[in-house]
């Protein structure tokens, strides 16, 4: 449980979202046993106390932990934690709006994650 494919990759969660929300979606999606209920922040408490407390939660250093969000205050979070930050982009927009705050990985899609976990 938490494991990415066997992997040692623990997946988490910090999102404004409500937790019952959060969980809902996963489930929706089949995606609930990737998550383990503690690794999942939602609610009102900013990101970057959410991802100090993940840092914790997991044990592990702040730099081996990816932050992957689509606005330009996940990346100004993870870069205040001293985590990753991975920007996903899907209109030009936006994707300038996170240039901007230079991401250390800028993508279109989740998909694209594989190329920097493998």
């Given amino acids: 449980?938490?494991?990415?494919?066997?992997?040692?990759?623990?997946?988490?969660i910090a999102s404004t979202v409500t937790k019952d929300d959060l969980l809902g979606q996963l489930n929706r999606f089949g995606l609930e046993h990737y998550f383990p209920e503690k690794f999942i922040l939602g609610g009102e408490v900013n990101k970057e106390d959410k991802l100090k407390e993940l840092v914790v939660l997991f044990g592990v250093s702040p730099d081996t932990i990816f932050y992957v969000g689509d606005l330009p205050s996940d990346v100004?979070?993870?870069?205040?934690?001293?985590v990753s930050s991975v920007g996903i982009w899907r209109r030009e927009k936006a994707k300038q709006?996170?240039?901007?705050?230079?991401?250390?990985?800028?993508?279109t899609s989740l998909r694209e994650l594989k190329f920097i976990v493998n």
Avoid at 76 to 82: D, E, F, P, R
Wanted: aromatic content about 10%; hydrophobic content about 45%; charged content about 20%.
């Fill in 76 to 82: 100004l979070a993870a870069k205040a934690v001293g």
């Fill in 1 to 12: 449980m938490g494991w990415c494919h066997g992997r040692k990759i623990l997946l988490g």
């Fill in 97 to 107: 709006r996170l240039l901007d705050q230079q991401p250390d990985y800028l993508f």
